[in-house]
């Protein structure tokens, strides 16, 4: 498949799959997955952040270019490198519960499968309007950022028009209001 795809499977209800073949190495596309401390793109230009490196137990969160804002937090709860990647994720505009997202990655003649699966999304919340959109956003802009260094032409645009926006986030997602000690766990 060479652009990212929503697929149902009929065993899996309450997930999404999002899935795109990404023409690199599976150890280039993991280490582009886990990157910290560095804007990206795919990730809406956020940075991933956590106290002590990527690892199960530790919190995560996606942060702002200019820091002061935490878009995303969870807890790791699954790191097999370079397969397999999953945390809690909790939007921090939104009073929706928490869910999991997991990365998959698996070696495939064309170069890597690269898998996002959204687990226990709220049925009809913001969170699932917002995730489904995001899904498409992160698995064809991870493709193109790791096969040419660039985000799409599309996602170039939309993280232009987000910064022009950036003024207008809630209070709510402030990054003191979200500290590395605060778990995000989903029944």
């Known amino acids: 498949m060479n652009e990212a795809v929503q697929a149902a499977p009929s065993d899996a209800v309450d997930k999404n799959y999002y899935r ?13 997955l886990t990157r910290e401390n560095t804007v ?29 804002h935490a878009a995303v937090v969870g807890d790791v709860i699954e790191f097999d490198p ?11 505009s939104l009073d929706d519960p928490p869910c999991i997202i997991r990365y998959k990655l698996k070696e495939v003649d064309e170069g890597t499968e690269f898998t996002l699966i ?10 699932e309007k917002y995730m489904e959109s995001g899904g498409h956003f992160i698995t064809t802009n991870f493709k193109a ?14 993280l232009f028009m987000m910064g022009l926006t950036a003024f207008m986030t809630p209070k709510s ?15």
């Open 20 to 32: 795109v073949t990404i023409r690199a190495p599976i150890h280039k596309v993991w280490a582009e």
């Open 40 to 68: 990206l793109p795919f990730f809406f230009n956020s940075t991933c952040k956590t106290p002590d490196g990527l690892k199960v137990g530790a919190p995560v969160r996606m942060v702002s270019k200019n820091g002061k």
């Open 82 to 92: 370079p397969y397999r990647y999953a945390h809690t994720f909790q939007f921090t």
């Open 118 to 127: 959204s687990e226990r999304v709220p049925e009809g919340s913001k969170s």
């Open 145 to 158: 950022v790791v096969e040419t260094g660039k985000a799409t032409s599309g996602g170039r645009f939309a």
């Open 173 to 187: 997602c402030r990054i003191e209001n979200w500290p590395f000690d605060r778990k995000v766990n989903v029944d």
